[in-house]
């Protein structure tokens, strides 16, 4: 089932072009990896694909009315400042917004799953704003989880968080396609997306230039094209081995 088609997508800061005409369709049971540069065009894709940004050509997300697209589609976005000291686990309930005629049993049981799926449970009291930077993208990634919509888009959600709290949020996303959601996360961990994505989407200015399993857009190739360095890519029995050796390219 397609979850989003974007079709000639483009977008321009100044006069500047920064999206250039991005196919793309995601399908229910997709982790797809965002991966580029830093000003790829990453988040402009995510925010377009939203109709957050202006834009051109056609996103079938930007194309819905307001509250079928909140019921259609969470966003996790790349800043992640919190107004209000409210709670963790206030903020996180803001996830159910979008479903104003779920009974109120249903959204509380919506929000607990999501506290519970972050770890959040000890911090749930705390005033959000209080938090450090990575208990807050945990709270802002259950705010998105709590609204249980077919597609999550999250940009760059596992920055900053510790290394077992970015294995489990990869694992959890992994687990949310398995069952039939479509996820699409902007990731600049590049053994973290080749372990756990079951597609990458490789942009470079503005562009896709690779698409695919994550074993043929990490190639030799896409990796010193795209970000100019060398690594070394073994598959193993627990699935792909990804360690970057070297940077090809002086500063
Ligand atoms: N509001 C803006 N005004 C001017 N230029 C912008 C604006 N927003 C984005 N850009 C430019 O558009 C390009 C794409 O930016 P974008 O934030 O989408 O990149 P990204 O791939 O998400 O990068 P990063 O990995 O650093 O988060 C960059 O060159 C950026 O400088």
């Known amino acids: 089932m397609k979850l989003l088609v974007l079709s000639g997508l483009t977008c321009d800061q100044g006069r500047r072009r920064v999206l250039d005409g991005i196919d793309l369709t995601i399908r229910a049971g997709e982790f797809v990896g965002l991966l580029g540069r830093n000003g790829a065009g990453k988040t402009t894709l995510l925010r377009a694909a939203q109709g957050l940004i202006p834009a051109g050509g056609w996103s079938s997300l930007a194309d819905m009315p307001a509250h079928e697209r909140a019921r259609m589609a969470a966003f996790m976005p790349q800043g992640r400042e919190i107004a209000w000291p409210m709670s963790v686990e206030s903020l996180v309930a803001l996830g159910r917004i979008a479903h104003p005629d779920a009974a109120g049993a249903a959204d509380l049981a919506a929000t607990e799953r999501a506290i519970a799926a972050l770890d ?132």
């Open 120 to 251: 959040l449970g000890a911090l749930r009291h705390r005033p959000a704003t209080g938090l450090s930077g990575g208990e807050q993208a945990r709270a802002l990634i259950a705010r998105a989880l709590a609204q249980e919509t077919s597609l999550l888009l999250a940009d760059e959600p596992i920055s900053g968080l510790d290394p077992a709290a970015q294995i489990r949020v990869m694992r959890l996303f992994a687990a949310l396609a398995k069952d039939g959601k479509g996820v699409v996360a902007s990731l600049h961990d590049l053994g973290l997306a080749a372990r756990h994505c079951t597609r990458l989407v490789l942009l470079e200015q503005g562009r896709i230039v690779a698409d695919g399993a994550p074993s043929k857009v990490l190639s030799a190739r896409n990796l010193a094209q795209c970000f100019g360095i060398t690594a070394q890519m073994t598959q193993t029995a627990d699935g792909l081995s990804f360690q970057v050796q070297d940077v090809t390219e002086p500063h």
